[in-house]
């Protein structure tokens, strides 16, 4: 008998309704689900510690080689997203040689904030790369990149002096495409010696998606019952998972394509990506 997947779990709220969805349909079960943020499931699914897991967009850019995609989900957003932010003392046109500080936590929103900046808003800033915390962060700089749940928590009440820039909102007024954060990869070896596998688990993350937009309510009340979300309150959360976009078709998959592009010429990956991206089953 074959053990189960190892699936990834982003430990943020943006997750909270795939882990509903996953819950509700007792799929939670039939894999060995482990809970991180983004950059420690994409190091595990790179390392071979998981064999399915959400991953930065930058991570699967860097390592597509390795890798290919669960067809259909993704997180993403087609307008703004409320958890990734620019969050700034200044207007976005006067950070040309002041320092911003950009997340550890993140790849994808940091790399984003970057092309927003400079070639979008057409600043050199200075970056700065700590670990997440807002008032941390904005001690030595005039503006910090944050995502996540801090980004989603400033975005309720954001404190006196700063103003919120949504990074998917400037990436769709920027290129008219919705932006997408994090796909669902496959190790490629672990897909060819277990195509069946990776079809049930891939089928039953687009059911809990679909479970839970049919239960929005729900799965905001059961969200606002966890640690720190409490304090977001159901009205915020609710709100956030409606503006989440969690699919994977022709828009989004232009989208990978143009942040590709633009990431290959900053030099920030190897080369864009093939005209036809590699899907599980594709």
């Not at 092309?115 to 904005?138: F, N």
């Not at 990869?185 to 059911?207: H, I």
């Not at 290959?264 to 599980?280: C, F, K, M, Y």
């Amino acid at each position: 008998m074959n053990p189960r997947a190892r699936l990834g779990d982003i430990s943020f709220l943006n997750c909270a309704p795939i882990r509903w969805g996953l819950a509700d349909s007792g799929a939670v079960h039939d894999v060995d689900m482990v809970s991180a943020p983004p950059e420690q499931l994409s190091a595990l699914l790179l390392s071979g510690d998981l064999d399915i897991s959400p991953i930065s967009v930058v991570r699967y850019l860097r390592h597509a080689e390795e890798l290919c995609l669960l067809p259909g989900i993704a997180i993403g957003s087609d307008g703004p997203v409320g958890s990734c932010h620019i969050v700034s003392r200044d207007p976005l046109e006067a950070l040309d040689g002041r320092v911003v500080a950009l997340s550890a936590a993140s790849r994808s929103t940091t790399l984003l904030a970057r092309m927003l900046l400079e070639d979008a808003v057409g600043v050199r800033p200075e970056y700065r790369t700590l670990r997440q915390d807002v008032d941390t962060m904005l001690r030595t700089a005039r503006a910090a990149v944050v995502i996540g749940d801090d980004a989603l928590r400033v975005r309720a009440a954001a404190p006196a002096g700063l103003t919120v820039h949504d990074t998917g909102a400037m990436w769709r007024s920027w290129t008219g495409l919705p932006m997408v954060f994090a796909v669902w990869a496959v190790r490629r070896d672990f897909a060819r010696e277990r195509p069946e596998t990776v079809r049930e688990v891939g089928a039953a993350l687009v059911d809990a998606v679909a479970r839970a937009r049919a239960h929005p309510a729900r799965v905001a009340a059961a969200a606002a019952r966890g640690g720190r979300a409490r304090a977001l309150g159901e009205p915020v959360l609710l709100d956030y998972f409606r503006t989440l976009d969690y699919s994977l078709g022709e828009r989004q998959l232009a989208a990978v394509q143009e942040f590709s592009a633009r990431a290959a010429a900053r030099g920030e990956t190897v080369s864009p990506l093939p005209a036809r991206i590699p899907v599980h089953g594709g």
